[in-house]
Every structure is written in C-alpha cells, then in structure tokens.
C-alpha cells in the first residue's frame, strides 16, 4: 500500500475549502492530520469570512480532523506572515511539508502562498486550481453540500441574500459577471452539510 503525504488543510469554513478537503480525502493519495484556520481574536471569527470561532471547532468536530488554530491581534500582511511561518516551522518537526488551499484561480494569490511556503521548504496543493467555477459550484450541490451565504460584497449583490442557501436557484439569481463561487470576494459562505461530515451542523449567525 502507497504512503499517503501528510498535509493540512487551510480552513475558512466555506464551500471551497469544504469542497478542496472532499476531494483530497476522495483521492486517497493525502493523509489530512489537520484542518488549519485564522481566527482575528478581538473578534473571536474567521479573518476573511467572519465566521465565528465555535462554529468552526463544531465543523471540525463533525469532520473528525483536528482543528489548528492561529490567532492575530492584527490584520496585517506582517502579522499573517509572521505568525504563519512559526506554524508552518512548527508543522515540519511533525514531519508535515504540505499545505492544500482552495483557491481556484487568483493567480496572485496562489503565487503568495507558495511563495511563503517555499521560505520554509513547504509547498502547496491547490485540488480545485482552474477549474471552471460555473461547473465547480453546480457540482458542489449535486454531491450533497449545503452552504449559507454568510457575508456579500454589498456593492455588488443585494444585501437581502445574506441568510440564504448556495442553491441553484442562488446561481440562476446571479447578475452577469459575478463568479458563482464568488472567487473575486463576492460573496462568503458556511458548509454546514455534506459529505465530508458524520452530522448536520446546527446553527446561527
């Protein structure tokens, strides 16, 4: 039987981390030791998605992989980097070279991330990179996820789908132009079902 490469997962609590994690854990080539997220502490929630703190803990609680928390008292770019290198330093003495992202297809970012991990001889796997985000998000759904739209870009969608399910009938509402998996900051999400998980997670925001 084939080692499996360990790895961590990074963890935003959404449907394209949810979607990248299924995906690895469907392949069978990586063994998931962790799923990894930053949490802003004076807020007690998700840097980027603004998902609070236990809501997180109860979806690694229900996937069953242990929840690595990195905590900023800061939203800085200096702050991120720095607190992420002695994660990372602190991931290889556990013989963990490898970090999965869920990123489709910012080319700047995805560079960043590598970027960052080649500054401690790490390297990254992107499972969803390039994939056709119209297809990804219609076949998210079809494989039985359900995700809540928690936060949108107000300048770009109406502010009343806050609260509402990532559905078909979500993606025929969607004006030209906007990515359906909301890759350019559209819109943030919460995976509260699915596959990847041994429950439904109860919820509110």
Same mark, same amino acid.
């Given at each position: 039987?084939?080692?499996?490469?360990?790895?961590?997962?990074?963890?935003?609590? =959404?449907?394209?981390?949810?979607?990248?994690?299924?995906?690895?854990?469907?392949?069978?080539?990586?063994?998931?030791?962790?799923?990894?997220?930053?949490?802003? %502490?004076?807020?007690?929630?998700?840097?980027?998605?603004?998902?609070?703190?236990?809501?997180?803990?109860? %979806?690694?609680?229900?996937? =069953?992989?242990?929840?690595?928390?990195?905590?900023?008292?800061?939203?800085?770019?200096?702050?991120?980097?720095?607190?992420? $290198?002695?994660?990372?330093?602190?991931?290889?003495?556990?013989?963990?070279?490898?970090?999965?992202? =869920?990123?489709?297809?910012?080319?700047?970012?995805?560079?960043? $991330?590598?970027? $960052?991990?080649?500054?401690?001889?790490?390297?990254?796997?992107?499972?969803?990179?390039?994939?056709?985000? =119209?297809?990804?998000? $219609? %076949?998210?759904?079809?494989?039985?996820?359900?995700?809540?739209?928690?936060?949108?870009?107000?300048?770009?969608?109406? %502010?009343?789908?806050?609260?509402?399910?990532?559905?078909?009938?979500?993606?025929?509402?969607?004006?030209?132009?906007?990515?359906?998996?909301?890759?350019?900051?559209?819109?943030?999400?919460?995976?509260?079902?699915?596959?990847?998980?041994?429950?439904?997670?109860?919820?509110?925001?």
């Amino acid at each position: 039987m084939a080692v499996k490469t360990p790895l961590v997962m990074s963890w935003s609590g =959404g449907k394209d981390s949810a979607y990248a994690l299924y995906r690895l854990l469907s392949g069978g080539q990586y063994d998931v030791r962790y799923l990894f997220t930053t949490i802003y %502490q004076p807020l007690g929630r998700v840097s980027m998605h603004g998902i609070p703190e236990n809501m997180i803990e109860a %979806q690694a609680k229900s996937i =069953g992989i242990p929840l690595l928390k990195m905590y900023l008292t800061e939203q800085s770019h200096a702050a991120y980097d720095d607190n992420m $290198r002695a994660l990372l330093l602190d991931l290889k003495k556990e013989k963990i070279h490898t970090v999965a992202f =869920g990123d489709i297809f910012l080319e700047d970012l995805k560079e960043y $991330r590598e970027n $960052r991990l080649a500054e401690v001889d790490m390297h990254a796997v992107f499972p969803l990179w390039k994939e056709n985000t =119209g297809e990804l998000a $219609r %076949q998210f759904i079809r494989d039985g996820f359900k995700t809540h739209l928690c936060s949108i870009n107000a300048e770009l969608l109406d %502010q009343t789908l806050v609260g509402c399910d990532f559905s078909e009938e979500f993606l025929r509402q969607l004006p030209p132009g906007i990515d359906p998996c909301g890759e350019n900051g559209e819109f943030h999400s919460y995976c509260y079902d699915g596959p990847v998980f041994k429950e439904r997670i109860n919820f509110s925001i």
